[in-house]
């Protein structure tokens, strides 16, 4: 499987952004899916995972409330919808797949490249 995140640009504060994690070369539908993101000088951090099912969801507490997860397996493709954006949530986005569910997630199946978000006070 091959991912490929996207989506990601320049806004506000208070700005709203939906990423997106297309699948090609495989099915979407067997993984759980996650996001991750890495700030300049951090480390990469796991923000969110959706189960296979699609009925569990995880946030990390930097964004509970404010970003969601969601997966269109028809579409093959993973939804990151974040609102109220702030400063600190600028970041490279990486979307990632496993068949392992843990929190977080640990074993990464596979990487997509990363969506570039900056948020400007």
């Known amino acids: 499987v091959q991912l490929q995140a996207s989506g990601g640009g320049l806004v506000q504060a208070g700005d709203s952004l939906r990423l997106s994690c297309d699948a090609s070369s495989g099915a979407l539908s067997i993984y759980h899916m996650g996001w991750f993101r890495q700030s300049p000088g951090k480390e990469r951090e796991f923000i969110a995972l959706?189960?296979?099912?699609?009925?569990?969801?995880y946030y990390a507490d930097s964004v509970k409330g404010r970003f969601t997860i969601s997966r269109d397996d028809a579409k093959n493709t993973v939804y990151l919808q974040m609102n109220s954006l702030k400063p600190e949530d600028t970041a490279v986005y990486y979307c990632?797949?496993?068949?392992?569910?843990?929190?977080?997630?640990?074993?990464?199946?596979?990487w997509g490249h990363g969506t570039l978000v900056t948020v400007s006070s």
């Open positions: 990632a797949g496993t068949l392992v569910y843990s929190i977080p997630m640990q074993i990464v199946n596979y």
């Open positions: 959706i189960a296979q099912s699609g009925r569990t969801t």
